[in-house]
């Protein structure tokens, strides 16, 4: 297993960005990435529009999981509407 980190953009409104956060946990859970570590960055003006926001709310998840099942991820966050945008980063040892 490798350690990413992964950082999410959700909307700023607390409906939209607890489904969002619930939707990303459960679907890492559903490959089998282990959470190591989660940081509620805040609430960040973004460096242009995205689907009409100006604002997004910034968590950081430091995570263990196989590099297959990243591509599986990336599927799964790509069809999820609840996110502004994300990225995975490797971690190198």
């Given at each position: 297993?490798?350690?990413?980190?992964?950082?999410?953009?959700?909307?700023?409104?607390?409906?939209q960005y607890q489904a969002g956060?619930?939707?990303?946990?459960?679907?890492?859970?559903?490959q089998g990435a282990e959470i190591v570590k989660v940081d509620e960055t805040g609430d960040r003006d973004l460096a242009y529009e995205i689907k009409k926001k100006r604002?997004?709310?910034?968590?950081?998840?430091?995570?263990?999981?196989?590099?297959?099942?990243?591509?599986?991820l990336d599927r799964a966050f790509k069809l999820n509407v609840k996110l502004l945008r994300y990225l995975f980063v490797k971690i190198e040892e």
């Open positions: 297993m490798r350690q990413y980190e992964l950082t999410v953009i959700f909307p700023l409104e607390e409906d956060r619930a939707a990303v946990l459960a679907d890492l859970a559903a604002r997004g709310r910034y968590v950081l998840f430091t995570l263990k999981a196989d590099p297959q099942k990243i591509a599986n």
